[in-house]
């Protein structure tokens, strides 16, 4: 079946150092959607990426969308206790308003 | 203004009850979203609406669950003979259209003892 794909499931990252998650989607992607969850909370939206190669910055975040619009991934610059959560990547499927999202990318820092 | 809200924040009930679960989306977001999120996994897709109608309700697990948005705004989704397996974190999310960023509620910890 169609499938996103995330990798690594976990993630421990000293502060300050820099590290990248990845979304993988067995089809094309009309458009790809990132959330972020804080340990306790409900998903909150970051981005959209929609075009082939888009990429877009968020102060210490920046998110790409690959040429083939399969895969996508989101790089965090000198990484901060604030950055703990998990991170999912979400891309609609058949029809406009079914998302799947992956199984994310828990984000852990030690100072 | 206000965001999605969802209640009860909390349901424990057992095996084989019949529950509800209310969500209150953003007042003039005309696409609704339910999903289902167990411990360590992401959103599981349930069904959307769009307006009143379900759009997709390809996510639905079986026939005991079904989902209601009769007047285009406030979505309640029913479960019926609960079953243990059914215990999770229940979130509806609504967004300005489809495909638009979607805005999630508080959720729903359900509990099947």
């Known amino acids: 079946g169609q499938q996103v794909m995330q990798i690594p499931q976990y993630q421990h990252v000293q502060e300050g150092e820099d590290f990248t998650t990845y979304c993988n989607s067995s089809t094309t992607l009309s458009n790809i959607q990132w959330y972020k969850q804080r340990p306790g909370g409900h998903p909150v939206f970051l981005i959209q990426?929609?075009?082939?190669?888009e990429v877009k910055k968020q102060k210490r975040l920046t998110f790409q969308f690959g040429e083939a619009k399969k895969n996508s991934s989101l790089h965090i610059t000198a990484t901060q206790t604030t950055d703990v959560g998990t991170y999912f990547c979400?891309?609609?499927?058949?029809?406009?308003?079914?998302?799947?999202f992956g199984a994310g990318t828990q984000v852990v820092v030690t100072p | 203004g206000a965001g999605v809200s969802q209640t009860p924040s909390n349901k424990v009930t057992e095996k084989g009850k019949y529950v509800e679960l209310r969500c209150d989306p953003i007042s003039g977001h005309t696409a609704l979203y339910w999903y289902r999120q167990s411990l360590g996994q992401g959103p599981e897709f349930l069904i959307y609406f769009q307006g009143t109608g379900a759009a997709d309700d390809s996510g639905l697990p079986n026939d005991r669950f079904f989902a209601v948005r009769p007047e285009g705004s406030v979505s309640t989704l029913k479960i019926q003979r609960t079953e243990r397996g059914d215990s999770a974190v229940y979130l509806c999310?609504?967004?300005?259209?489809?495909?638009?960023?979607?805005?999630f509620g508080p959720g729903t910890r359900l509990t099947v003892l």
């Open positions: 990426l929609v075009k082939s190669g």
């Open positions: 979400a891309g609609p499927f058949d029809s406009w308003g079914k998302f799947q």
């Open positions: 999310a609504s967004s300005h259209g489809m495909s638009d960023t979607q805005y």
